[in-house]
């Protein structure tokens, strides 16, 4: 089965927060996003609320319990107390660990999973004990013994990083020796029985090669390059082609 497109609205969220205005609508992008064959949503919180706010969160999760019971939520963040009880109080399928700092503009490095033991292990512990499916950010290149720590501490998936793959826009040869990084990483994680998801700049075009080069890849989540896009074909036809560059 191809990965599945999870539709990142922080950038939606950017844009609405310009103005003290309810547009554009958070919910009414994500609900085009789903009719559109979007397999689940995706935010990311933040302290300062610069983008998605935290009272988006009731009303997404409630988007998708009423009309789109089979798609998925996906919540990700720096796991600070405040972020697992807004995990809590909002119960998504999916929690999207990263090591992220507040100030940070985006996600931009995996988890050191051998630094974070003990972070990892409580968190980790805590949000299995709720029932939700736990994913941490991985570097691109992350060796076999950081993988075997985050399988250990109970991390069901890990989220490559692909940012430099989608760096390598205008390089083909680099885009390539970065495929090969992204690939013996899915594959020491595949072997280790964790499921496989992908983030960070990635776009219409460079989804076809990544999907050829991981195969087992469960989930894409992407924001800003599909944000971009839908300003161009909107939000429904731009989710069609990114579902079609996934093989759907």
């Not at 697992?84 to 999916?94: F, H, M, R, Y």
């Not at 899915?186 to 700049?201: F, K, P, T, V």
Request: with cysteine; aromatic share 6%.
């Amino acid at each position: 089965m191809p990965a599945k497109l999870s539709v990142n609205l922080n950038a939606v969220a950017m844009l609405r927060n310009r103005r003290n205005l309810p547009w554009p609508s958070v919910t009414g992008i994500g609900r085009l996003a789903l009719q559109a064959g979007a397999r689940g949503l995706t935010v990311h919180p933040r302290p300062d609320q610069r983008h998605i706010r935290f009272s988006d969160l009731p009303e997404i999760r409630n988007l998708i319990d009423d009309e789109f019971p089979d798609r998925e939520f996906n919540i990700e963040g720096y796991p600070s107390e405040e972020f697992l009880k807004l995990v809590e109080d909002t119960e998504p399928e999916q929690v999207t660990l990263v090591p992220d700092s507040p100030e940070q503009n985006t996600s931009d490095h995996g988890w050191s999973f051998s630094q974070n033991r003990e972070l990892l292990a409580r968190v980790i512990g805590r949000l299995k004990k709720g029932g939700f499916r736990v994913s941490c950010f991985a570097d691109p290149d992350a060796s076999l013994e950081e993988l075997k720590i985050a399988r250990e501490l109970g991390a069901d998936r890990v989220e490559l990083y692909t940012g430099p793959y989608g760096a390598c826009h205008d390089d083909a040869a680099m885009a390539k020796v970065e495929l090969e990084k992204l690939r013996e990483t899915g594959l020491r994680a595949e072997s280790l029985g964790l499921e496989i998801n992908a983030g960070h700049d990635l776009t219409v075009e460079n989804l076809p090669d990544l999907v050829t080069h991981l195969p087992m890849l469960a989930e894409v989540s992407i924001g800003h390059a599909l944000t971009a896009d839908a300003l161009v074909h909107g939000i429904s036809e731009t989710v069609r082609r990114y579902n079609k560059a996934l093989g759907w």
